[in-house]
C-alpha cells in the first residue's frame, strides 16, 4: 500500500488505519511533519514529509535477523543477530537520531542511497561546499573516480544532503570516525555506500548518525550541523576565542601572506663581491666549514678568477645561505632528543661570526640582512597601506632565528607573523634535511610512531618518517614552540596538518589511540599556543573534527587540487604545470601564475556549483582561506571568480611574496584590502545566516549574515539587474542593514 495513499490528516486516529498494529509498532515513526518507515532488519528508511512524495532515503543493507524488538513512542530499540549489534532509532521533530553498537570489531555496511532519492541534487561537503546537480556527468565521473572519501580528512563537515521540491533530506554524522563513503553509478545518476569501522580500541563506542529532514534551503543541513555542535558543547564562538586570546583580533580584516626568501642573506647584503669571494676562499675555520657545505656549482666559481655576473652571484649566494643553514642545523639535528638552547641560540651565534669574520665583504649591520623577510620589506608593506596582516614564514622558524629583529618590528608595526611548524611527520636524523620541523628526535621517529593494527609503524608524509601520535611528541612541541617564539618573537603560529581530520587509529600496546582522541590531542595542542604562549594559531584546512583548536585555517577556500595529476605536477612541458619547489627564495610552485585544468577548473571553481556549506558552521567560529598551493593570484583562469567568492563568503585573500615580486603584487593587495579590511572587521565575528540564488544560471548568489549584512556577487561579466539593483559585471555589492550600497569589480591582471 502506498505510503502517500495513507497519509492521514489525523496523524493518531488514521495511522491504525494503513498498517496493522503489529506492523505499525514496528516499522512506523511520525510525527505532524513526517513519517519515517524503518525496515528494522535492513535499515531501510522511507520517509514521507507532511504533503510531499515519499523518499526511499536508503535501501538497505544485507537483511539480519531481528529480535528484542521494543517500541517506546517515536523510539525504537532491537537487537541483530542474537545480539551481535544493538541498534536503536528516535524520531525528534525534525531529527530521526540511529544508534548502533557492535559486539565485535569489523566493518559495517549502515546505509544505501539509491539513484532514485538524489532527487534535485546533492549538498557535498567537499573543501567549502558544492552543489552537484542531478545527473552532471563533469561530476559524477569526477566523484566516481575519487574512491571511497573519509568522513573526517577528504569532508569539509561530516555530512551531506540531497535537495527535493519542497525540501531537503541530510545525513549528519555525529560520530565522524572511522567512516567511508563511497559513490556508485545507479543509472543516469549517483548512489552512495557508507561504512563503519567498529575497532578493538573502543569496542563499545557506539556508530551514531542522524537524518535530519530541511526546508529546501541548500544550507539546511550545515545549519542543523552547527546547531548540533553548539546543542553539544562542541562550538566556540571567535568572540569567545578572542576574549581568551586577545592578540588574534589582530586577525579581523588582515589578509593572509606567506613570505619567500627567509635566509640570512639577500643580494643587496654583498657590499663588495670580491672580497666576499676572497673570505670564502680562505683557510679560518668558518670558510672551511662554509665551503664544505656548499655545492658543486657554487664551489667551481670559488675555483676561478673570473668575475661574476648576475646570474652566477645569485648561485653563490643561494649556496652560501644554504650552508649557513646546514652549519646551524648541526647544533641541533640528528639528536636523540633535538637541543632547544642549541636550536634558539646557534643560528645568532653564527649570524654573529659571520659578520665579523666577514666585515668589509658585507653590510655592516646584520639587524638589517635578508632577502624578503627583512625590514625593507615591512616598510614597503606599510607603504602601500597594509596596515593588518597575517605574515607565515613558509619555510619554517628558522628565518626568525636568523632576524629575530625583523620578526620583532613586524610585530611592533601591528602585525601577527607565525612560522610554519609540523609534529605530524617525525623524521629520521637521515631524512630531508630541510623539513626542519620534521626533525623532531630519533626518539619520537619511533617511540611517538604511530603502530597500526598489524604492529608496523605507519609511514609519514611523502613515504618518509612516522606519522605521530600527538599525545606523545605534545612535550615537544610544548619546549620548542616555548623556546622559539620567545628567542625570535614570534606572536602567532601555524601547525602543519593538525586541523586536516587526518586522524589515525593506533595499536602501540600500552599507548592505544582512536581518531576521537587523535582529534582531541590535535585540538587541545592548538588551544594550549593559543591560550598559554598567547600565540593566535592556525593549521592546514580546518576540517569539522579538529578546527575547534585554531583561530585560523588554510585550505577551506580553495584545497589541494590534482596533487597526483601528471600534467599539474609532473610534467614542465604542460601549460598547467604548477611550477618546481625551485628557487627557495621564490619557489615557481607558489609564484608562477598557471590557468586550472578541466575538470578542476569546473569542479572547483565553477560559482554556480559552489556552496557555503563550511561557512555555514564555522564561520564566526574560524577564519579560513586558501590552501598555500593556490594563493589568490595562481590560478589565472579563475581569478576574478576567486576573488568574488571569498568576498561573498566574507574570508581573507591568501598572498605569496618574495622580494623580486613585492613591487607587481603590492598594488593587488592594496586594492583589495581597502574594500576587504573594514567589511571583514564588521563581519567575521557574525554567523552567516543564509545563502540564495537570485538567479536561475545560479551565478548571481546573496550571502547573508547576522547582522542582516547582505553581499551579492554577480560572476557574469555582464551587468545584471537583480531585485531592483544593477550589479556590475564580475562585482560584488555590499547592502548593510542601514541602507549603504557599495560595489567592488573582481580584476582578472596578474
Known sequence: MSTIACWPRQLLLMLGLCLSPSTLAATLLANALWQVQIDPATLAVQVTPADRASVQASTGVEGHKVSQLIRSGNRLDWQWNDGAWALSVELDQRDLSFSITARKPGEFEFLRQPGSAMGKGLIWPLAEGHYVPRGDQVWQEFLLGEGAFNTTQDLGLPLWGVVHDGFSLNWLLSNPYNNRLLFSADGQTLALSAQHQFTSLQPSTPLTFSLFLGDADPLAGAKRYRQWLIDNGHYETLSSKLEKTPQASKLLGASHVYLWGNDLLGAKDVRNWPALLGKLRSQTPLASALRGAMDHEALQMLAGEAVLNRYQQSVLLRSLNRALNTLARKTWQARAVPD?????????????????????????????????????????????????????????????????????????????IAP??????????????????????????????????????????????????????????????SAISAAAGFNSWFLDAYATGMVLDSYRPGATMTQAQNAESNVE??????????????????????????????????????????????????????????????????????????????????????????????????????????????????????????????????????????????????????????????????ALTGFEWLSDDRRVQQTTFADGTRLLANFDQAAREVRGLTLPGESLTVLLPDGTVSHYRAQNAP
Open 340 to 416: 632547544m638552547q642549541a636550536l634558539v641560540s646557534g643560528y645568532g651565534a653564527l649570524r654573529g661570526q659571520l659578520a665579523g669574520e666577514f666585515a668589509g665583504a658585507l653590510t655592516a649591520d646584520p639587524m638589517r640582512w635578508g632577502s624578503t623577510l627583512s625590514l625593507d620589506t615591512l616598510e614597503r608593506l606599510h607603504s602601500a597601506g597594509l596596515t593588518r596582516l597575517w605574515l607565515g614564514l613558509g619555510e619554517g622558524w628558522e628565518g626568525g632565528l636568523w632576524q629575530p629583529e625583523v620578526v620583532r618590528a613586524a610585530v611592533k608595526a601591528g602585525y601577527l
Open 420 to 481: 610554519y611548524d609540523s609534529y605530524q611527520t617525525a623524521l629520521s636524523r637521515d631524512e630531508n634535511p630541510d623539513w626542519i620541523t620534521a626533525h623532531l628526535g630519533d626518539m619520537a621517529n619511533t617511540e611517538c610512531a604511530i603502530v597500526l593494527e598489524d604492529r608496523t609503524l605507519k609511514t609519514g608524509f611523502q613515504q618518509s618518517g612516522h606519522y605521530t601520535d600527538p599525545r606523545c611528541v605534545r612535550p615537544l612541541l610544548e619546549k620548542r614552540v
Open 525 to 686: 595542542a592548538s588551544r594550549w599556543i593559543n591560550q598559554v604562549l598567547q600565540l593566535p594559531t592556525g593549521s592546514e584546512d580546518g576540517n569539522a573534527t579538529t578546527a575547534q583548536g585554531v583561530l585560523f585555517a588554510h585550505g577551506m577556500q580553495t584545497p589541494v587540487i590534482g596533487w597526483g595529476d601528471v600534467d599539474m605536477s609532473k610534467n614542465p612541458d604542460s601549460e598547467y604545470f604548477v611550477g618546481k619547489w625551485y628557487p627557495p627564495e621564490q619557489p615557481a610552485v607558489f609564484f608562477k601564475p598557471v590557468p586550472i585544468k578541466e575538470p578542476y577548473r569546473r569542479i572547483h571553481f565553477d560559482p554556480a556549483s559552489r556552496l557555503p556549506l563550511y561557512q555555514a558552521v564555522f564561520h564566526g567560529s574560524v577564519i579560513t582561506t586558501h590552501h598555500w598551493l593556490y594563493d589568490s593570484l595562481k590560478l589565472s583562469n579563475v581569478r576574478a571568480a576567486n576573488e568574488l567568492t571569498q568576498l561573498l563568503y566574507n574570508v581573507p585573500p591568501l598572498y605569496h611574496l618574495s622580494a623580486a615580486t613585492l613591487a607587481q603584487r603590492l598594488p593587488l593587495m592594496a586594492r583589495q584590502d581597502v574594500f576587504f579590511r573594514p567589511l571583514h572587521e564588521r563581519l567575521a565575528k557574525q
